[in-house]
């Protein structure tokens, strides 16, 4: 399960229904601990996809328009979690 003690988020990207790509993010409460807040991190996603996000510390959401950005947005994350 994602919420072992070695993992500290898990941040998700996929197409709805209607073809347009959703960022979802997670964080454990390891993570959480540790300073992480999953808001910015969905932020970052969906910004990159051409739209906007956020949430609570635990866990959030955004969106886009941009399909193609999907690896980008799941790069950006990697970026923010590298800080």
């Known amino acids: 399960m994602w919420r072992s003690a070695r993992t500290l988020a898990l941040p ?3 197409l709805t229904g209607g073809g347009k790509p959703v960022a979802i993010v997670a ?4 993570a959480r601990d540790a300073g ?18 956020g949430g609570k510390p635990d866990l959030a959401q ?3 328009s941009d399909v193609s950005a999907i690896p980008a947005a799941l790069d950006a994350v990697k970026r923010e979690l590298g800080r």
Do not use: H
């Open 36 to 53: 992480l807040n999953a808001g910015p991190l969905a932020k970052a996603m969906a910004t990159v996809l051409g739209g906007g996000g």
């Open 27 to 30: 964080t454990s409460p390891a």
């Open 62 to 64: 955004g969106g886009g």
């Open 12 to 14: 998700i990207a996929r």
